[in-house]
């Protein structure tokens, strides 16, 4: 029999590897609904997949902002019209925002938490009636979930909060689903990102105050993300625990995946964190923060006199 799932975000990077991985799957056949608002950037993406025709015939495109409460209602009502009752939700829609905490309006933190966090709630809200029992629901969150990332406090904070609703939900739903969070690293994507065509997530970072950037401190600190994303783990590696999410009966709440470095070093500052939040924020934030803490002090010292 054939499963069916749902792809809020299935159109490019990590959403598009795990239909890759799904769609080429042997043991199941999938039909796969694709959510995503550019739906003609996702028919180009999805025919430069390494998967049969025959199989791509599986996979249906939606659009739908996850911004837009009527929309999300319309994209399920038009999978329930199909027939299909769902098997597994993957939500992978998800933008970055970059700006520091003090340049930040109230209007670009909801816009960050609309689609990362309201968004999740809005899809499962609408969703849980046509997930059959013992269905899987899979939110993509991030590492930034669990460790404060400098010039990122609104995606850390949107992935923060999706990581609590996520494992609150697991437990509110535990006879009916099975919830289970990924929470990746940095990871690169099928498809080469960064033109016009497939914006990279840091490009979504566009609305990076350009006050931010033009600061020195916070224009390195990006590039450094951006470096970290383009050289992260392969997105096989977040379908394989997808995958491995799928064929367990009782998967774990979260799942931590990416470069081996990367994860040892959350896992560390989550247990250094018991002892000295001092010593992890020198741990995440590097050498920037050694020259950001120089100039603060400066600064206050400058004030004072
Ligand atoms: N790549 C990483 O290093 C990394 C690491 C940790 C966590 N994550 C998380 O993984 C998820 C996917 O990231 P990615 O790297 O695969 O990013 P991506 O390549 O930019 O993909 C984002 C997907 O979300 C869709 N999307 C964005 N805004 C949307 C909206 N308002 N409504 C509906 N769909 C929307 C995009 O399609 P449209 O633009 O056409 O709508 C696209 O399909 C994100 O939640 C991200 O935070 C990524």
């Keep these: 029999m054939k499963k069916v799932a749902f792809f809020p975000g299935g159109s490019s990077g990590i959403g598009l590897g795990c239909l890759e991985k799904l769609l080429n799957n042997k043991e199941d056949d999938w039909i796969i609904f694709v959510a995503c608002r550019d739906t003609d950037r996702a028919d180009v993406n999805l025919v430069s997949l390494n998967?049969?025709?025959e199989k791509l015939k599986n996979v249906f495109v939606i659009r739908m902002d996850v911004t837009n409460p009527s929309q999300?209602?319309?994209?399920?009502?038009?999978?329930?019209n199909k027939g299909f009752e769902l098997d597994l939700l993957l939500y992978s829609a998800g933008r970055g925002f970059a700006g520091s905490v003090e340049k930040t309006s109230i209007e670009e933190l909801t816009e960050q938490f609309d689609v990362n966090f309201f968004g999740?709630?809005?899809?499962?809200?609408?969703?849980?009636?046509?997930?059959?029992?013992?269905?899987?629901?899979?939110?993509?969150?991030?590492?930034?979930?669990?460790?404060?990332?400098?010039?990122?406090?609104?995606?850390?904070?949107?992935?923060?909060?999706?990581?609590?609703?996520?494992w609150i939900l697991r437990m509110e739903l535990k006879n009916r689903f099975r919830v289970s969070g990924?929470?990746?690293?940095?990871?690169?994507?099928?498809?080469?990102?960064?033109?016009?065509?497939?914006?990279?997530?840091?490009?979504?970072?566009?609305?990076?105050?350009?006050?931010?950037?033009?600061?020195?401190?916070?224009s390195k600190i990006l590039k450094k993300i951006e470096e970290d994303?383009?050289?992260?783990?392969?997105?096989?590696?977040?379908?394989?625990?997808?995958?491995?999410?799928?064929?367990?009966?009782?998967?774990?709440?979260?799942?931590m995946v990416g470069?081996?470095?990367?994860?040892?070093?959350?896992?560390?500052?989550?247990?250094?964190?018991?002892?000295?939040?001092?010593?992890?924020?020198?741990?995440?934030?590097?050498?920037?923060?050694?020259?950001?803490?120089?100039?603060?002090?400066?600064e206050t010292k400058k004030s004072a006199a």
């Design 182 to 218: 990924i929470v990746p690293g940095d990871i690169k994507g099928k498809i080469k990102r960064g033109n016009k065509k497939n914006p990279s997530f840091t490009d979504a970072r566009l609305k990076a105050k350009k006050e931010d950037w033009e600061n020195e401190e916070s």
């Design 51 to 53: 998967v049969d025709y």
């Design 259 to 298: 470069k081996p470095l990367q994860v040892f070093l959350v896992w560390l500052s989550k247990l250094i964190s018991l002892f000295s939040y001092g010593l992890v924020e020198r741990l995440v934030a590097g050498k920037h923060w050694a020259s950001i803490a120089k100039k603060s002090i400066t």
């Design 72 to 80: 999300v209602t319309k994209a399920i009502e038009e999978i329930k």
């Design 229 to 255: 994303e383009d050289n992260g783990a392969a997105c096989e590696k977040v379908a394989d625990v997808l995958l491995k999410i799928l064929h367990s009966k009782n998967p774990r709440p979260f799942y």
């Design 120 to 166: 999740f709630h809005r899809v499962i809200r609408e969703v849980m009636p046509l997930l059959k029992k013992g269905a899987c629901i899979v939110p993509i969150i991030s590492l930034a979930a669990l460790v404060p990332l400098l010039f990122q406090f609104a995606y850390c904070a949107s992935k923060a909060a999706l990581f609590m609703y996520t």
